[in-house]
């Protein structure tokens, strides 16, 4: 299986930054896409974004501009920085990973989640 260790979270003040970094470790075949999610309490839990192993990136329209994911392959680690925070950016963060395991069928993703690291953001 895949594990997905997060770190970097912690409290800012709005217009700070922080920079999150989620490892995966495991029994990995190929990771496709790896990336970022949130959930703020009583909402639902979003997309923020996401980079494919060939670097193409895909963002929220609530965080176009403030932040950058980032991927390095041969550290099966990915990364976001975020910029400009907003106290409506508060909440944690989950890293996601689409990834094959050795063994496994090549032509199937699984979904793995990390635990998740807090955000928040102070106005």
């Known amino acids: 299986q895949v594990q997905l260790v997060e770190s970097g979270g912690g409290l800012v003040q709005a217009g700070g930054s922080l920079r999150l970094s989620c490892a995966a470790s495991?029994?990995?075949?190929?990771?496709?896409?790896m990336g970022w999610y949130r959930q703020a309490p009583g909402k639902q839990r979003e997309l923020v974004a996401d980079?494919?192993?060939?670097?193409?990136?895909n963002y929220a329209d609530s965080v176009k501009g403030r932040f950058t994911v980032s991927r390095d392959n041969a550290k099966n680690t990915v990364y976001l920085q975020m910029n400009s925070l907003k106290p409506e950016d508060t909440a944690v963060y989950y890293c996601?990973?689409?990834?094959?395991?050795?063994?496994?069928?090549?032509?199937?993703?699984?979904?793995?989640w990390g635990q998740g690291t807090q955000v928040t953001v102070s106005s």
């Open positions: 996601n990973a689409k990834a094959v395991v050795r063994g496994s069928n090549p032509f199937l993703d699984n979904i793995y």
């Open positions: 495991g029994s990995i075949f190929r990771i496709n896409a």
């Open positions: 980079i494919t192993s060939g670097g193409y990136t």
